[in-house]
């Protein structure tokens, strides 16, 4: 019996062409990423980091519509963990994000989590682990955003548990959901950062469904993941060593992953993201052809 998956709708994001900045000559134009996405055979796209695509939402509008193309979400990052003093900063970003996103007609904003030690150099920044105190900010000043970006805005905070952030392991997650308000606070779970950090996605998705918003769809290499824990490697450094990996040679599974979504009887979108920065700029479009094959033969 195959399952149905009619209400999840497959995107992809700039990150799967390996865009990770603003600007960065290493990364393609953002003329050719909407053009290669649509090619591929995408419908829904999301903004990646702010300013990679145009910001005026008169222009980005025109420019998706002519090609058959939908924003579901844009991304922010946050260090709401270290409490009300970095709210005015916090709030400045995500606002910007958030407008735009609203402009386009998406209803989330992924919320990713800061950095705990630098992607590029592995320079650790912070303690990797949190105390009750920061635990605390955290929810409070996440439930906070959440309100604020809802009542402004009209969108969805969906939270991404992210290798290198405080929020990893399924023990981190399980905690950080405990903590927040679900009428306020959705996960967006990513199969690839959660099986990086030890996590099973079908578990979560089967323990804490009514919290699942959001997905993004990704594998880890193994092998390659054995190596980079044995040595500690950044995250930053490890997606160069290929850890990110094209479906479906990595895991998890990506069928029981949309089964499980599935039957969750909920309209989700299902965005993937092959972190590949940098990449060559020929190497992202067959990639993302195959993939789109590949999970149309899983009935999505």
Known sequence: MTTDLSRIRIGSAPDSWGVWFP???????????????AEAGYEWIELGPYGYLPTDPAVLAEETGRRGLKVSAGTVFTGLHHGPGVWDRTWA????NAALASALGAAHLV?????????????????????AGQWHQLAT???RLAREVRERYGLRVVVHPHADTHVDTEENV???????DPDLVSLCLDTGHYAYCGGDSVKLIET????IG??????????????VTAEQVPFGPAVARGVMCEPPHGVPALEPVLAAAAGLDADLFA?????MYPCEPDRPLPIAVRTRRFLRSCGA
């Open 271 to 275: 965005i993937v993201e092959q972190d």
């Open 208 to 211: 804490y469904g009514e919290r």
């Open 214 to 227: 959001y997905l993004h769809l990704k594998q880890v290499d193994p092998e390659v993941l054995a190596g």
């Open 93 to 96: 970003h995500v606002a910007e």
């Open 141 to 143: 000043q996440t439930e």
């Open 23 to 37: 600007d960065d000559p290493r990364q393609v134009p953002w003329r050719r990423f909407l053009d290669e996405v």
């Open 111 to 131: 919320v990713i989590p800061s950095f705990w030690r630098d992607d590029k150099t592995g320079e650790v920044l912070e303690s990797s682990t949190l105390d």
């Open 174 to 180: 399980a905690r950080f959901l405990d903590a927040t």
